[in-house]
């Protein structure tokens, strides 16, 4: 309480020019997130927080020379294991793109390695110089149609809301439960009434979103649809508008954002791979392909900012403006997002590209706990990869390029001798999920459409949102090759052709992440693309993201599990072979 008063103090006595700031910014133009103006004025900071905005003086300066300055960025929903990165090395990237602030949901190490997972995120979280909020996993396991490695009750979650870090519920992806208040998810959401509540309404109409609406939850990341946007609107819900690797929803939604709706919404990255935050950026590419789109700039960065503090009843950021978090962006150029410098809690941590590394705390090298880093998979033969088939009219999974959701196809196959064979010519390939939790035994067959790869395999033990290996090739050899190089490394990527290993990334961390530098695994990253061209992979979207998110069953329309093909309309598991109707 006594250093809480005294920086009070301090900072009364810097906005009232009684002492001097410890930081003060000149010369730059200021966006005014609460009126939409651009003001001029000096920044005075002290203690990290911001002072007052006039005319200061204090211990150190810096020149804005006359470059517009905007609040740090929040991103409202991500998912650090999305990137394959430890926490460390995915602030480092996100801190070069003007993000200070995430909330992240850590439901994927959750779902493998349950409270030990949630626990490693938070302690590799903390010192650093940016802030990484949490919402804890509402939904471990997903649905009991798949196998995974852990399971969260409210029991076990609720210690975790005396932390600091700790702001709410995570994305709720169990619509049936929530619908039917089934005593497991109400207890959970009983729980986490008082804090903010985050949606996963895919695939949901108006009425189904009532249901969540009245549950508690008001955020939603979704909607991909104008329609979607405004049922969510209109029902109250903040629109959480998301462009990420995959799933890219902005332009479809952004023609509802409109000036009196606009404070209601905000940006999200949700899953987006470690190439395109190198490439294209975070939260700052959402604001710059907004404004190309053709909205206010102002707008657009009120959404990247204060609105995602609001949402998260984050009283202290997302604004620069007196009593508010020094976090904040100068940038060359508006329109375009072109950052020059990000400073959080006053500091430069990043300027032209590049982070300050000695910001950042010596990691310690330390293997992750078993439960985090161990695979139990129960022996797997050739053999098993055999589809066996009494007809050749099947359920088949359509990808959607740059998409989370499926289409639902029923299509004839080549049926050789009672089993399914592969056909590069009407590009229907094998996919596979392989239980790696429990050691079941359990192996999930179907067939995919999409993909166009002419020769080999691949597989990741990167498989929404329980994380089995999953593994789509041109015949049963290759993937198997590929099965095994994903084993012997303890979780990652592989790429395999006529039996050799081609490129593989190794993800020790629960089979998701890596502690490397993140130099090396984008330079790994970029090997890995060069040898999906190999192997015919279309370069219009990314084959391991798109084939992670193929054993996802509370996403529409079919998915596949380790238990079976998932139909997400009946919300039942269902044979690979369709009725002739």
């Not at 359509?398 to 499926?406: A, D």
């Amino acid at each position: 309480m006594a250093d809480c008063t005294e920086q009070l103090k301090r900072r009364i006595l810097v906005a009232g020019k009684k002492e001097p700031a410890d930081l003060v910014v000149k010369n730059g133009k200021i966006m005014n997130v609460f009126t939409g103006e651009v003001m001029e004025g000096d920044i005075a900071v002290v203690d990290g927080i911001i002072a007052g905005i006039g005319d200061y003086s204090g211990e150190s300066m810096v020149d804005a020379q006359g470059k517009i300055i905007v609040p740090g960025f929040i991103d409202g929903h991500l998912h650090i294991e999305s990137t394959m990165l430890a926490p460390q090395e995915f602030s480092k990237i996100l801190l070069q793109h003007g993000v200070t602030t995430v909330m992240a949901d850590p439901h994927e190490i959750a779902n493998v390695a349950g409270t030990d997972g949630l626990d490693y995120i938070l302690e590799n979280s903390q010192g650093l110089p940016m802030d990484i909020f949490i919402m804890l996993p509402s939904s471990v396991p997903v649905t009991p149609f798949e196998s995974n490695g852990a399971v969260l009750h409210a029991e076990q979650l609720r210690p975790y809301l005396d932390h600091p870090m700790v702001l709410g519920l995570a994305e709720v992806m169990d619509f049936p439960s929530v619908a039917g208040a089934e005593d497991t998810m109400l207890r959970k959401l009983a729980a986490f009434q008082s804090h903010p509540i985050d949606g996963h309404a895919a695939g949901i109409g108006r009425e189904g979103l009532n249901v969540y609406v009245a549950a508690g939850i008001r955020n939603d990341h979704e909607g991909v649809s104008y329609q979607d946007a405004v049922d969510r609107l209109s029902l109250g819900m903040r629109l959480m508008i998301r462009e990420g690797t995959v799933a890219k929803n902005l332009e479809a939604l952004l023609p509802a954002v409109t000036p009196l709706n606009a404070r209601r919404c905000l940006f999200v990255t949700d899953d987006k791979l470690l190439d395109d935050l190198v490439e294209e950026g975070s939260i700052d590419h959402i604001v710059r392909l907004a404004i190309a789109k053709g909205l206010d700039p102002i707008m657009a960065v009120q959404m990247a900012t204060i609105n995602a503090a609001e949402a998260f009843r984050l009283q202290d950021r997302g604004a620069i403006a007196p009593g508010f978090a020094a976090d904040f962006v100068l940038l060359d150029d508006l329109r375009s997002v072109a950052i020059h410098s990000v400073y959080k809690g006053g500091i430069c941590v990043a300027e032209k590209g590049a982070v300050h590394e000695e910001l950042f705390p010596v990691p310690e090298p330390a293997l992750p706990k078993p439960s985090i880093s161990t695979f139990h998979v129960k022996e797997v033969h050739l053999k098993d990869f055999e589809l066996p088939l009494a007809s050749d009219l099947c359920h088949i999974i359509e990808i959607i390029p740059n998409q989370i959701v499926t289409n639902h196809l029923r299509m004839k196959v080549d049926n050789d001798n009672g089993l399914f064979r592969p056909s590069l010519k009407k590009d229907q390939l094998k996919m596979a999920v392989v239980e790696r939790h429990r050691a079941t035994g359990n192996i999930g067959l179907g067939i995919v459409k999409g993909f166009q790869l002419n020769k080999g395999a691949i597989a990741t033990s990167v498989a929404h949102d329980s994380h089995n290996i999953v593994i789509v090739g041109t015949t049963d050899e290759d993937m198997f090759a590929a099965l095994q190089k994903v084993l012997s490394m303890n979780g990652g990527l592989a790429v395999v052709a006529d039996g050799e290993v081609l490129a593989s990334l190794p993800l020790p961390i629960g089979g998701l992440m890596t502690e490397q530098k993140y130099t090396d695994v984008y330079a790994n990253l970029k090997k890995m693309n060069e040898s999906l061209k190999e192997i015919g992979a279309p370069a219009a979207f990314d084959p391991f993201l798109t084939l992670s998110f193929l054993t996802l069953p509370v996403i529409p329309h079919l998915k596949l599990t380790d238990k079976g093909l998932f139909d997400f309309h009946s919300f039942r598991i269902i044979p690979v072979e369709a009725d002739s109707e």
